[in-house]
């Protein structure tokens, strides 16, 4: 079962602001007698400081120019340069599909970024394109393998991954197969582009191997290793003076810069959309790159309270953005986009997030994009079931781009 929220949040407007208020029951939390210090006195109630939902701006224009910039700001991005030069390492053609390998180095170390683009065999455009990002999944040796299919022959490791989260089948592939031209590229740190436990020094190895993908004792060890490592990777890009938005969001820019370039591709109907972690990069990328005219973020939409206070254990440290949360909640960080197209997938019972600051995050992206006179723009569905990105659920993501990428007479 699902619902359009928008709709729902919308008819029973004169009751939101009990969605927002706080509550006065103690509960158990993640900070103990702290949390409702930090709740309810630091954080505060909301509505954040620059949120559009204050009223406090003239125009929809107006708020996201000045929330974009503070956001940048807090965000710290890299400079990673322009668009990268792309080599083209090998073609093939499987299940229906053209698919190029790529591979380009980016100037701030790692190795070279692999990714693979998907289109229909033989299609020549113009064509909407698709950024379409990988999860985290607490698996860092996989990447772009997470979501695609390359032949008949997936690594293991990359099957049970496709079969946990994904109905058994490479999303990438499936929307690819509509008539899009889907680019899929491994982020920081992930794939090609993880740390590899021979370049750490030997006391934070945590017992990691760099394995083989038929290791799967291996794969095991270095992504506990991987998931040791996160909180010094995080040390260190804050001792640098940025976050890991900052990296990964830039690192998804110039992938979105080769989609963008390519021949077959127009340019001007370009969307992106990932599950869990990938739903993360969505939001940040959706928000703040006005090139996509299409987010879907699946799987990945709370609030900075709900992670305050019941669920940061459950998530990566590539979340999180110093000082953004008293300007900006979660949510409004995709709400940026408004009016442009936005799709959320929720899953009731998630063990990522509580059901109810899901609820409120919805109800955050409803009101903007209510106040921008833009609501049939927004949508939100609920699904029973866990943490994925099932077929049913990639029909509906499916469906959303169709609606805002494709002409008329290009639909299914």
């Not at 190029?100 to 064509?127: I, S």
């Not at 990691?208 to 290793?225: C, H, L, M, T």
């Amino acid at each position: 079962m699902r619902a359009n929220s928008a709709v729902l949040l919308l008819a029973l407007l004169p009751a939101a602001p009990a969605l927002f208020a706080q509550s006065t029951e103690p509960r158990i939390n993640m900070v103990g007698p702290y949390g409702p210090w930090l709740a309810d006195k630091v954080l505060g109630p909301g509505p954040a400081r620059l949120s559009f939902r204050t009223g406090k701006w003239a125009s929809v224009d107006q708020w996201r120019a000045a929330a974009r910039r503070r956001a940048l700001e807090c965000i710290a991005p890299v400079d990673l340069g322009g668009r990268p030069q792309v080599t083209v390492t090998a073609r093939t053609t499987y299940d229906g599909l053209d698919i190029e390998f790529l591979a380009w180095q980016l100037p701030n170390g790692g190795g070279k970024t692999e990714a693979v683009l998907l289109k229909l065999a033989g299609a020549r455009g113009p064509l909407p394109g698709i950024l379409a990002l990988h999860d985290h999944g607490g698996n860092k040796f996989l990447g772009w393998r997470k979501i695609t299919r390359t032949d008949g022959k997936p690594w293991p490791v990359q099957a049970r991954h496709q079969q946990q989260y994904y109905g058994g089948v490479g999303w990438a592939n499936e929307i690819a197969r509509r008539g899009y031209v889907v680019l899929v590229h491994d982020t920081f740190p992930f794939a090609s582009r993880r740390v590899q436990v021979k370049d750490v020094p030997p006391q934070i190895r945590s017992g990691g191997v760099d394995p083989a993908p038929e290791d799967d004792e291996g794969i095991d060890r270095y992504n506990k290793f991987a998931g040791a490592h996160e909180h010094i990777v995080e040390k260190s890009l804050l001792s640098a003076g940025t976050t890991w938005p900052g990296v990964y969001l830039v690192e998804d820019q110039r992938a979105l810069d080769v989609l963008a370039a390519r021949p077959e591709v127009d340019a001007g109907r370009l969307g992106c959309a990932g599950l869990s972690g990938g739903g993360m990069r969505t939001v940040f990328l959706g928000g703040l790159d006005p090139r996509i005219k299409v987010a879907i973020a699946v799987g990945f939409m709370t609030t900075w309270r709900d992670f305050l206070l019941d669920k940061v254990f459950t998530h990566t440290w590539m979340t999180y953005v110093p000082l953004l949360p008293r300007d900006l909640d979660f949510p409004e960080i995709l709400a940026l986009r408004t009016p442009a197209a936005t799709m959320v997938l929720n899953c009731r019972q998630d063990p990522l997030y509580t059901l109810p600051e899901m609820q409120r995050a919805d109800a955050m992206l409803a009101d903007t994009f209510r106040r921008a006179n833009a609501a049939a723009n927004y949508r939100a569905n609920y699904y029973d079931g866990g943490h994925k990105f099932d077929r049913a659920m990639q029909a509906d993501a499916f469906a959303w781009f169709d609606r805002f990428l494709k002409p008329a007479s290009a639909k299914p």
